[in-house]
Nanobody, 123 residues
Framework: EVQLVESGGGLVQAGGSLRLSCAASGFTFDDYAIGWFRQAPGKEREGVSCVRSSFGITTYADSVKGRFTLSSDNAKNTVYLQMNSLKPEDTAVYYC????????????????WGQGTQVTVSS
């Protein structure tokens, strides 16, 4: 059974940090790009960051460059999103997703999605 399980969300003050985790199981981790997305109430889903570790590819949305860092631990099939200097506009439900053979281009189809974790940044 394929599973993507996010964790690490919570409530933090502006300027604070959180680290989200995405634990993957049920598929060959190296064959997939892992992306992080977020969706705030009333807004469209936004791509935040993506990694295809076997190709050395990591991408970031302009809105998070310099503040968020994506890393992966292939031995644990887990991807981490370190979020620093958080802003109230980062408040959203954060999802991770897996795309088979993806290279983190925009608009690639994602095959599997996690259930999401809430991140709330207070001002």
């Amino acid at each position: 059974e394929v599973q993507l399980v996010e964790s690490g969300g919570g409530l933090v003050q502006a300027g604070g940090s959180l680290r989200l985790s995405c634990a993957a199981s049920g598929f060959t981790f190296d064959d997939y790009a892992i992306g992080w997305f977020r969706q705030a109430p009333g807004k469209e889903r936004e791509g935040v960051s993506c990694v295809r570790s076997s190709f050395g590819i990591t991408t970031y949305a302009d809105s998070v460059k310099g503040r968020f860092t994506l890393s992966s631990d292939n031995a644990k099939n887990t991807v981490y999103l370190q979020m620093n200097s958080l802003k109230p506009e980062d408040t959203a439900v954060y999802y991770c997703a897996a795309a088979y053979a993806g290279l983190c281009h925009a608009h690639i189809p994602y095959d599997y999605w996690g259930q999401g974790t809430q991140v709330t940044v207070s001002s």
